[in-house]
C-alpha cells in the first residue's frame, strides 16, 4: 500500500462537524467501559478507514473482516460445498502430519500465524510421531476470539502448552520468536491460503520477514489455494447461501457500530470477481446508488456514485512453483510440496539450511 496519506475530500464546514462528533463518539466509547488498548484500536480502525476510503478505488482491509460475528462467518464459510480450502487443507494435514513435523528435526515450537479455530494446529500436534518434549505453541491473531477458540482446541491436545499472542502477524511473530523459552526448533505455520490476501510484494515481504525471525533448522509451512476454473472461484467466493455475501457486508455493519458510521445496508451488495491478470479473486461492496456516508469517529462523509465499489478482499491463486519460488527468493530452502489435486490446494514445506 502507498505510504502517502490521501486526506478524504470533505467541506470544511462538513469537516469541523464530523471531527466535533468524531471526538464525542470516542469519547463516548471509552464512558461505556472500554479499555485504552480498545480505544487505541478502534482510532486505528478509525485512521484505517479514513485514508482508505479515500484512495481510488476504495478500499478497506480484509483484517477488519473478523469481528466476533465476521469470525463467525468465515467458519461458517468454511463449511460450505464451494469454499473447499478448510476441507482440503484438513485432509492434508489429516494424511501426512507425521511427515511434515519429521522433516524439523528437535521441533520443540510451533508459531501459527492467524489461528483461526486451532483445529489444524491440533491435528498436526497430534500427529506428531515422535515428541522428546512438550510443545510449546504460540497463537498470533488480532482476533481474541479466534484466540479464545484456539486456545480451548488446543487444551484437549496432551504435552502441547499455549501462549497468545493478540497482534498482528509481525508484531506477534517477533514476540514469539524472541521468547526466552525458545529451545529446539521452530515451525512457523501460515496456513488456510491466507497468504493469498497479500499482494505479491507483501508475499515477498512476509517471506523475508519470517525468514529474518528464524534460525538453521527452523521451518515454515504454508498453504496456499490454486488456480482453477474461474467459475469454481467465484462460486467459492459468491457462494449460493450468501454467507460470504454477509461476511463481506459486516465490515459495513461494524464500521457502523463501532465507528458510528451511516452505511445503509439495502445500498450495498456483495460481488466476488476473478482477475485473472493478477491471478487473484476480488471481493467489492458495491454501491447501488449515489449518497453521502458518514463516519463520525473516522472524521469523515464520503461521496458514493452509483455502482462504485469498496475493494474489500484480494485472495491470490498460485502454481505451485510460484509459491515455492517466493519462499526461495527470500532465502528459504522448499522442501516438499503436498498437493490436494481434487480441490487445488497445495501445502509446502520450507526450511532454513
Ligand atoms: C482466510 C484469507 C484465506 O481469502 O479465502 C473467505 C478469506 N474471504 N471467503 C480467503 C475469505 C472470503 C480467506 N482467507
Known amino acids: 500500500m502507498s505510504k502517502a496519506l ?7 464546514v462538513g469537516e469541523a462537524t464530523a471531527r466535533r462528533d468524531g471526538a464525542t463518539f470516542l469519547a463516548e466509547v471509552e464512558l461505556r467501559g472500554a479499555s485504552a488498548a ?6 486505528e480502525f478509525a485512521a484505517d478507514v479514513a485514508r482508505d476510503l479515500a484512495l481510488r478505488p476504495k478500499r478497506l482491509q480484509p483484517k477488519y473482516l473478523y ?7 468465515f467458519e461458517a464459510i468454511c463449511e460450505l460445498p464451494w469454499y473447499r480450502i478448510t476441507r482440503a487443507e484438513r485432509r492434508l494435514l489429516e494424511l501426512h502430519a507425521g511427515a511434515m513435523t519429521d522433516s524439523i528435526a528437535d521441533l520443540t515450537g510451533v ?14 500436534a497430534g500427529g506428531m510421531r515422535r515428541r522428546a518434549r512438550p ?6 491473531d488480532i482476533s481474541p476470539a479466534a484466540l479464545d477458540l484456539s486456545a ?13 499472542h493478540r497482534a498482528a502477524y509481525e508484531v506477534g511473530l517477533r514476540q514469539a520468536a524472541t521468547s526466552p523459552l525458545r529451545h529446539g526448533a521452530t515451525l512457523v505455520l501460515f496456513l488456510g491460503s491466507n497468504i493469498g490476501n497479500f499482494h505479491p510484494a507483501e508475499a515477498d515481504a512476509f517471506f523475508r520477514t519470517v525468514r529474518r525471525a528464524l534460525r538453521r533448522g527452523d521451518g515454515l509451512l504454508v498453504g496456499a489455494d490454486l488456480v482453477k476454473p474461474e467459475v469454481d472461484l467465484v462460486r467459492a467466493y459468491d457462494d449460493p447461501l450468501g454467507v460470504t455475501a454477509a461476511f463481506d457486508l459486516n465490515l459495513l455493519v461494524r464500521i457502523n457500530r463501532e465507528l458510528g458510521g451511516t452505511f445503509d445496508l439495502a445500498d450495498f451488495t456483495h ?7 493478477e491471478s487473484r479473486v476480488e471481493m467489492h461492496l458495491h454501491c447501488r446508488r449515489s449518497q453521502q456516508v458518514a463516519i463520525a469517529a473516522a472524521g469523515i462523509s464520503v461521496a458514493f456514485e452509483a455502482g462504485e465499489t469498496i475493494w474489500t478482499e484480494s485472495s491470490y491463486k498460485y502454481v505451485p512453483d510460484a509459491i515455492a519460488a517466493r519462499g526461495e527468493a527470500a532465502g528459504f530452502a522448499c522442501g516438499e510440496q503436498w498437493i490436494d489435486a481434487d480441490a487445488g490446494f497445495a501445502v509446502t514445506l520450507f526450511r532454513v539450511d
Open 6 to 12: 490521501v486526506h478524504p475530500r470533505v467541506d470544511a
Open 38 to 43: 480498545e480505544a487505541d484500536a478502534r482510532r
Open 67 to 73: 469481528d466476533a460475528l465476521g469470525s463467525r462467518l
Open 111 to 124: 508459531i501459527e500465524l492467524g489461528c483461526g479455530s486451532g483445529e489444524k494446529l491440533a491435528l498436526l
Open 135 to 140: 510443545l510449546r505453541v504460540h497463537l498470533v
Open 152 to 164: 480451548r482446541t488446543l487444551a484437549t491436545v496432551p504435552h502441547v502448552s499455549v501462549v497468545t
Open 271 to 277: 460481488e466476488a470477481r476473478w482477475n485473472a491478470a
